[in-house]
């Protein structure tokens, strides 16, 4: 798989901008603030519909514009295909594969399939939960792009179930209800009445979280199993043997379930469930005092470790950048294990950050991808391994070889 041809409209900086590219290695080479980034992010948000840098869409318009175009010509088997994308901040994005509208924007996953890496991974290590688990799911959408789908629908059942809680609250003497209990029922109608009807309405909906939530943890505990051994591979290599990489995943299931997880069971969807919804009828009143979802997927972490020392607050800066590098090849690794192809490899502003050994070892790591495309400050930065098409990028404007 590779992109043969990129064309964006008001994307970032970019009025518009052309790029083609072939297979192998390319290089994008300017000074910081020109414009390299915007170009590979654009490509990664066609495979995922989202960038890597920033999580709302607003700031990938171009100042004044209203809307950015992003068009990207994909090569795979043999076989083009044209992703068309426009971007709309407000309102719904729409998109075109093969110039035919598509009903909904997400049906274009899965034509692009895309590993970058920036420095904003430093936060897989160092950073909150919540980027660990974005990572496992964006995985998740990469291998299999309907779990975009079920993604969608837990934040949904998220969102109803929260402001029902906090509803709840209000009736049945939670925090935020507390000598207001009445507040939230209408004249005329029992406080009781309306409390019992909470109730019944907050056991639907601990349903659909458990029905939901135990797909997606089902899902995330098998990919973690199959991503593992490409983990512990790739930071050995990156690392020269330094030590061993894990990754245990920490549910916020009940004790004896989260300690059976944690020690690599993957349970079966229906057993999930079941734990789910006790683990929930256990933390209710935990919920309904402070209003908020506290058991589910949204709420597990990934915990990483070297050896026996887990990676978050004692990797040096060196190790965790390794942790991260080796996290984004085992999900290449992964990929393309399970594709049969080759995702396209993007490695942006990565060389600097790295020592030479490093260098050397990860140019080594990636020589037979089939496509890759990395950014650089200067072209002293890239390994003389990875000689390949250089493009330069000064104030927004490309220079083809």
């Known amino acids: 798989m590779h992109v043969r041809h990129l064309s964006i409209g008001d994307f970032r900086s970019y009025p518009s901008a052309e790029l083609a590219l072939e297979p192998g290695v390319s290089t994008l080479v300017g000074l910081n603030g020109q414009g390299k980034t915007n170009l590979v992010e654009a490509i990664g ?48 994005n729409r998109a075109k594969l093969n110039r035919s509208p598509l009903p909904r924007t997400r049906d274009v996953l899965g034509t692009l399939r895309t590993v970058l890496f920036a420095p904003e991974d430093l936060a897989l290590v160092k950073g909150d939960p ?39 609250a209000s009736l049945l003497g939670g925090r935020r209800g507390r000598g207001r209990r009445s507040a939230s ?39 973690l199993r199959d991503l593992v051994p490409h983990l512990q ?15 245990v995943y920490r549910s916020s299931l009940h004790e004896a379930a989260a300690e059976a997880i944690a020690g690599g069971a993957v349970p079966e969807p229906d057993e999930l469930r079941t734990m789910l919804l006790e683990t929930l009828a256990e933390r209710r009143s935990q919920e309904i005092e402070r209003g908020v979802n506290l058991v589910g997927p949204h709420r597990d972490d990934l915990v990483l ?8 607050g004692y990797a040096s800066h060196g190790e965790s950048w390794s942790f991260s590098l080796g996290l984004r090849l085992a999900a290449y690794h992964l ?6 192809d080759d995702p396209v490899l993007v490695l942006d502003d990565v060389f600097a950050e790295l020592d030479s050994g490093r260098r050397e070892r990860l140019a080594a790591m990636i020589a037979d991808c089939e496509q890759v495309l ?11 391994g990875l000689a390949g098409r250089t493009y330069a990028v000064s104030l927004g404007e490309v220079s083809a070889p």
């Open 45 to 92: 948000y066609v495979a995922s519909l989202s960038s890597h840098r920033v999580a709302t869409d607003q700031p990938l318009v171009r100042f004044g514009a209203d809307r950015a175009i992003v068009r990207c010509a994909v090569v795979r088997d043999g076989r083009e295909s044209l992703v068309e994308l426009e971007i709309a901040p407000g309102k719904a």
């Open 130 to 168: 919540g980027e660990r688990r974005r990572f496992l799911d964006d995985l998740l959408v990469q291998r299999q792009p309907r779990w975009a789908g079920v993604r969608s629908d837990y934040d949904k059942i998220l969102k109803q179930r929260g402001a029902l809680l906090k509803s709840a």
């Open 185 to 223: 029922v209408p004249e005329g109608v029992d406080p009781r009445e309306a409390a019992e009807e909470a109730v019944r309405t907050l056991d639907i909906w601990d349903d659909h979280l458990a029905t939901v939530g135990s797909q997606l943890l089902y899902a995330r505990l098998r990919l």
């Open 233 to 247: 591979e790739a930071y050995r290599e990156v690392s020269a043997n330094q030590s061993e990489a894990t990754a």
């Open 305 to 312: 470790g070297l050896g026996e020392m887990p990676a978050k």
């Open 335 to 340: 990929l393309r294990h399970d594709l049969g």
């Open 374 to 384: 990395i950014t650089a400050a200067v072209p002293e930065d890239v390994p003389e």
